[in-house]
């Protein structure tokens, strides 16, 4: 559960950012990392289009840099974008200076006033210098689609059992999640509506 849910602790180091929505509203937040690459988005968008879903993609600049057709696909089929740094790089590995200005060069190629930090977390004193600019955003619940410890099922009963109102969810529209991926988020979809949740836009 410290991973699929993330703490009160985090909540006390990032008092500002966002880790779930309204819990009084039957509503959750699909939202996806890494993206966007050719051989798993337009997939995952099809799969958006067909449940009538609209998402948040956290997007690697590298990856926008290298397939912007990919980005505005996203955007012409009514999603958000937020910035995940260019390099997906690691924020605690890296001087504050630098980890910022991964993430500028990541605002080179598109806008947006989200951020979401790769692997989920970064410096108290980015975080803070960055609340002016950015709604920073984490999770409130990690399905573990990259784990290759995993089954595609084992990712759908971590939504399952860990999804509340309000939850921001978080995929992975990478290669490295693909398999589990496929299996996991059109079932994951079908659940949530069969529990009456709705879905929003961060």
Request: hydrophobic residues 35%; proline residues 6%; glycine residues 4%.
């Amino acid at each position: 559960m410290l991973i699929e849910q993330p703490t009160f602790i985090l909540n006390k180091i990032y008092p500002k950012a966002l880790f779930r929505k309204n819990p009084e509203e039957r509503t959750v937040y699909l939202t996806f990392d890494d993206g966007p690459i050719p051989e798993v988005t337009p997939w995952v968008l099809d799969i958006l289009d067909k449940y009538d879903v609209k998402a948040t993609f956290f997007v690697v600049g590298d990856n926008v840099k290298k397939y912007p057709e990919q980005l505005q696909e996203v955007i012409a089929r009514g999603h958000r974008i937020g910035n995940h740094t260019f390099n997906h790089v690691r924020g605690m590995a890296m001087r504050p200076h630098d980890y910022v200005e991964n993430i500028k060069k990541c605002d080179r190629y598109f806008t947006s006033n989200l951020f979401r930090p790769p692997h989920g977390i970064m410096r108290r004193c980015v975080y803070r210098n960055m609340q002016p600019k950015y709604k920073i955003v984490f999770y409130d619940v990690v399905t573990r689609d990259y784990s290759y410890n995993l089954t595609g099922n084992d990712v759908l009963q971590n939504v399952k059992k860990y999804t509340r109102n309000g939850s921001i969810i978080v995929f992975h529209d990478s290669l490295r999640s693909e398999p589990r991926l496929k299996y996991a988020l059109p079932k994951s979809i079908e659940w949530l509506k069969e529990q009456g949740y709705s879905f929003g836009l961060l």
